[in-house]
């Protein structure tokens, strides 16, 4: 079965410090995406990044970069200078090639950040 | 950048009943899909919004329940059919293929809020 794991139901940082969110998964396959969304208490999802398994290199976009490692199956979340707007639910996502657009999610860490 | 709105934001309703919620987006998408979130949990996919055709629904969601409409590229409509209290979720659309970017990229429509009395 396609699973995503993500083993920090909450997290703290303080403002302007870096903080990563672990988010492991199953599968069999070997072409798929990866992404973490943002979900504040608006409730609006928000694509955060994305990463794509064939490309060795790790994403990034301005503040927030992954650590991808295909063969442990392992995808984290680093966020640096942690502003406050940064204070959401994190929701890592896995969709496979074959999948036709299916995501499936993991059940989310709720970030906080201190002031 | 595109916009992708639902309505309504929220409802309240009566169990037995059916609401129908619509997703627009302001420009045209290869791929529409809606999720469910229950309280507290992550989102599930309920099913692909198929333009033309009969949606493409996951396990354990059933067109009786929850049918779906797609007549062309930028519009999409689910209805909750014969509510429940377990059905008190919300409901958000999203879209791949959006300003040409590739499909398997989704974005969110910012979600119905439904609560069954």
């Known amino acids: 079965a396609q699973t995503v794991t993500q083993s920090q139901p909450e997290m703290s940082v303080q403002e302007a410090e870096t903080v990563t969110l672990s988010c492991t998964y199953d599968t069999s396959e070997s072409d798929y995406y990866l992404f973490w969304y943002k979900q504040p208490p608006s409730r609006q999802m928000i694509l955060v990044i994305r990463?794509?398994?064939?490309?060795?290199q790790n994403a990034t976009e301005n503040r927030f970069s992954v650590n991808f490692q295909k063969a442990a199956k392992s995808f984290s979340l680093k966020i640096s200078d942690s502003q406050l707007g940064d204070a959401a639910m994190y929701f890592c996502a896995y969709l496979p090639f074959s999948q036709g657009g299916k995501l499936i999610f993991g059940q989310g860490t709720e970030l906080s950040v201190k002031p | 950048s595109a916009v992708i709105s639902q309505k309504p934001s929220r409802d309240i309703c009566q169990r037995g009943t059916s609401l129908t919620i619509q997703c627009q987006v302001d420009?045209?998408?290869?791929?529409m899909f809606w999720y469910r979130q229950q309280p507290g949990q992550s989102l599930t996919l309920i099913a692909t919004?198929?333009?033309?055709?009969?949606?493409?629904?996951e396990s354990g969601f059933v067109i009786d329940k929850f049918p779906i409409s797609r007549p062309n590229l930028t519009f999409s409509t689910l209805t909750v059919s014969n509510m429940s209290p377990e059905d008190s979720s919300i409901y958000l659309c999203?879209?791949?293929?959006?300003?040409?970017?590739?499909?398997?990229?989704?974005?969110f429509g910012p979600g119905t809020r439904l609560t069954v009395l």
């Open positions: 420009s045209q998408v290869t791929m």
């Open positions: 919004a198929n333009q033309g055709s009969e949606a493409t629904y």
């Open positions: 990463q794509e398994a064939y490309k060795q």
């Open positions: 999203s879209v791949g293929g959006l300003g040409g970017r590739e499909i398997n990229e989704q974005f």
